[in-house]
């Protein structure tokens, strides 16, 4: 990425270090978004994904760099720093208060208010309309701690997309979605693309990334790796840049070997649930499987 602001860009990450004792987190990392794409931010675990975000949200201070919105450099001091200058976040990591209701926690911190008292009824209907709107299935007024894992994370969904953000951040957001709930975050994402928003994608689902991506950027080690176009990649071709080594899924063969079915398995799981959202789990597993 060079030193001059690109006009296309909405927002530009450049040469963002942060260092830990002992670790180097991010080494110079570029990353730029531009209006109503969705670019894709992909690497393996520790690769620096979730750090540069957290910069991004003023969450970790950067040692050196510069974010630029719309050409201008800016400091993000915090979370609702960042929210006030329209970018919204939905992490793996649920930031939800259990004890309040869908809607309370939708409006957290922006509460809607009549006089000095807090206008719960209106902050439920408001709610009701996002989920009506995009075709979830959630109650607005049930308590978060009654609501299954995966109503919690639409519920943090509901929670970034109600501020109308310019750039919306989901950090593995079907990780406890169904595949129908999946696709309706999909078409919210297309919403907001229509709108001219820009979208930070990051999960290690790689069909979703060849299905709703525009670009992608590869993170390794804290180290930017570069920034291709989808169409311009195939499976293969991310995962090599992930990785630093060509990667063929279909070549070589893993040699089979015997599985003795009739042996006691190492692990036997029945019926395993928590009383709630998880129900009816059973498997074996055998030695060598």
């Not at 002992?22 to 931010?41: I, M, Q, T, Y």
């Not at 720093?81 to 939800?96: M, N, P, W, Y």
């Not at 869908?102 to 439920?124: P, Y």
């Not at 919403?191 to 001219?196: A, S, T």
């Amino acid at each position: 990425m060079s030193n001059t602001s690109d006009p296309r860009n909405l927002l530009e990450l450049k040469a963002v270090t942060k260092t830990y004792p002992g670790v180097v987190a991010l080494h110079k990392v570029d990353f730029s978004l531009r209006p109503g794409e969705v670019h894709a931010l992909m690497g393996e675990n520790g690769a620096g994904k979730s750090t540069l975000i957290k910069a991004l949200l003023g969450i970790v201070k950067m040692d050196t760099g510069t974010i630029l919105l719309n050409g201008l450099p800016t400091d993000i001091k915090d979370a609702t720093d960042a929210r006030k200058k329209g970018i919204s976040a939905v992490f793996q990591e649920l930031s939800l208060i259990p004890y309040l209701s869908v809607a309370d926690n939708v409006f957290l911190n922006r509460e809607i208010k009549r006089g000095i008292l807090i206008d719960r009824h209106t902050a439920v209907e408001r709610t009701r309309e996002y989920i009506n709107k995009y075709g979830f299935d959630m109650d607005a007024s049930e308590f978060v701690e009654n609501i299954p894992a995966a109503s919690r994370q639409i519920c943090e969904i509901l929670k970034a997309v109600s501020t109308n953000p310019k750039i919306l951040i989901f950090d593995e957001p079907t990780s406890s979605l169904t595949e129908r709930e999946a696709e309706l975050l999909f078409n919210i994402i297309r919403d907001f693309q229509e709108r001219g928003a820009g979208i930070i994608y990051v999960s290690h689902r790689m069909n979703e990334i060849f299905k709703i991506a525009d670009r992608v950027t590869v993170l390794r080690d804290g180290e930017y790796i570069g920034t291709k176009d989808i169409g311009d990649l195939d499976m293969d071709g991310v995962v090599s840049m992930m990785v630093g080594r060509k990667v063929d899924f279909m070549g070589e063969k893993r040699e089979k070997h015997f599985i003795d079915y009739n042996d006691t398995p190492l692990l036997q799981v029945k019926n395993l649930g928590n009383g709630h959202d998880i129900r009816g789990i059973s498997f074996e597993l055998y030695k060598g499987e």
